[in-house]
């Protein structure tokens, strides 16, 4: 069983003891709700002094306030203290089989795995077998790093597709008699959980062939190494858990021994494309502090500088808005919403294939002319219309990818733009639950 050909690793998971309230134990991916204050609030008034992952992650709501290094620090002391006093238990190595319930999807199937980050490269025109889909923004990269640099355990938000149409990898798992380990609620919407464990070598090892069955049929052999795991969720911690494992490596006195360091490898839970309860959802974007009517005043001249056209409608309903603009053909049709109303921009003669690329290359040099505003990435509708709601504030709606179209579009035109899709709404991204030591 040669699970390095696949990039795939058994980690030996850490889940709270028995008696820990894991309703209380699991929250949501630390980069959901980054303006809606008021979610993290709710979160921290439920878990009070319970064990919980809340005290093991950082928000990313609160990277812009002050007091950085001494939440880290405090991150990485409750991590040792959750080891020390075993609020932490290691299982037998395996993986763990999830299926999870939103309010949108009655079933979600995963696999709780680690990667190897040996088989990644998030550089611009990579082909290893574990890709980014989207850019990625090394300047984000330092903040995550802090936290990851001195943290005894990882914990994943991390969500990997895999293409796999004949449902050959995760899927028959659910036919095998397993241990159940955990069946919970999740808190605020979260939906419901059940967790089973994968920890016999004879399904190992069905998981470790089918998985070199995938690699066996994918195209395009001869550019490098086939595209076997797409990030989907998750894409920047996985990049942070590369650098720092090309830190761990460079500081190694023996570098044959550190090969086997633990920080080599990254949790994730990989999830099927083709898994019914899987849907992509679009990421939407609000701009703070600024007019809406100088922003699209500038968009105008941005399209109009690069050789593109431009015209706006204003609109008696979002409703409208959104139907003028599926209805743009080959031109970008992008819906706007502000304070005095709604409306729909259209780019005539557009230079990228994608609607959110072509918002997205105004929006960054919009930005560096005008380092006031504050961008923000929002998932769901009613969310940017809140927000939107408010002075000084614009909001851009976008339509979703195809996820049928995410590998291809990977292959063919390497890593889409940043914030492109999103796997669900926000309360459908992954809770963290297990964990795993990365230090030796």
């Not at 709710?42 to 290094?69: A, D, M, W």
């Not at 409750?78 to 037998?92: C, F, I, N, P």
């Not at 998030?122 to 300047?139: D, M, P």
């Not at 597709?161 to 008699?177: A, H, Q, W, Y």
């Amino acid at each position: 069983m040669n699970l390095e050909n696949i990039g795939l690793h058994v980690p030996t998971l850490l889940l709270p003891k028995p008696g820990i309230d894991l309703g209380l134990w699991a929250v949501i991916a630390c980069d959901q709700y980054t303006s809606q204050a008021n979610y993290w609030q709710q979160v921290e008034q439920r878990v009070g002094e319970h064990p919980s992952t809340l005290k093991l992650i950082f928000p990313e709501i609160y990277l812009e306030q002050n007091g950085q290094e001494e939440r880290i620090r405090h991150i990485n002391e409750t991590m040792l203290r959750y080891l020390d006093e075993g609020v932490l238990v290691a299982r037998k190595p395996g993986f763990i089989l999830v299926d999870r319930q939103t309010c949108r999807a009655k079933s979600r199937k995963g696999l709780v795995v680690a990667l190897d980050l040996e088989r990644y490269d998030f550089g611009a025109g990579s082909k290893t077998l574990i890709r980014a889909t989207e850019g990625t923004i090394v300047e984000r990269l330092p903040p995550r790093i802090k936290v990851r640099e001195n943290a005894a355990i990882e914990l994943p938000h991390i969500m990997v597709l895999i293409d796999d149409p004949g449902k050959t990898v995760i899927e028959p798992l659910f036919d095998l008699p397993l241990e159940k380990v955990y069946d919970f609620d999740l808190m605020l919407n979260g939906g419901h959980i059940q967790g089973y464990a994968i920890d016999d070598l004879s399904h190992i090892a069905a998981i470790a062939l089918a998985l070199s069955r995938l690699v066996s049929s994918l195209e395009n052999r001869s550019e490098g190494d086939g595209l076997l795991y797409a990030m989907g969720d998750g894409n920047h911690s996985f990049a942070t858990a590369k650098a720092v494992w090309e830190r761990t490596q460079s500081a190694a006195e023996d570098k044959n021994a550190v090969m086997n360091h633990p920080a080599r490898y990254a949790l994730v839970e990989l999830v099927n494309l083709h898994d019914e309860g899987l849907e992509f959802e679009a990421i939407h974007r609000v701009l703070f502090h600024v007019s809406p009517e100088t922003v699209l005043q500038a968009m105008e001249r941005y399209t109009q500088e690069t050789g593109m056209g431009f015209s706006r409608q204003d609109c008696a309903s979002l409703e409208e808005a959104k139907a003028i603009a599926e209805q743009s053909g080959n031109r970008h049709g992008i819906v706007f919403l502000a304070q005095g109303g709604h409306g729909v921009v259209t780019i005539e003669h557009p230079r990228f294939t994608l609607e959110v690329a072509s918002l997205q290359a105004f929006l960054d040099e919009f930005l560096k002319q005008n380092p006031s505003p504050l961008l923000d990435y929002i998932h769901g509708e009613d969310a940017v219309s809140a927000l939107s709601a408010k002075a000084d504030t614009i909001g851009f709606i976008l339509p979703a990818l195809s996820k049928f179209h995410l590998f291809k579009s990977i292959e063919q035109d390497g890593a889409l733009p940043r914030k492109t899709f999103s796997m669900g709404e926000a309360d459908e991204k992954r809770f963290y639950l297990e964990c795993r030591r990365i230090t030796s």
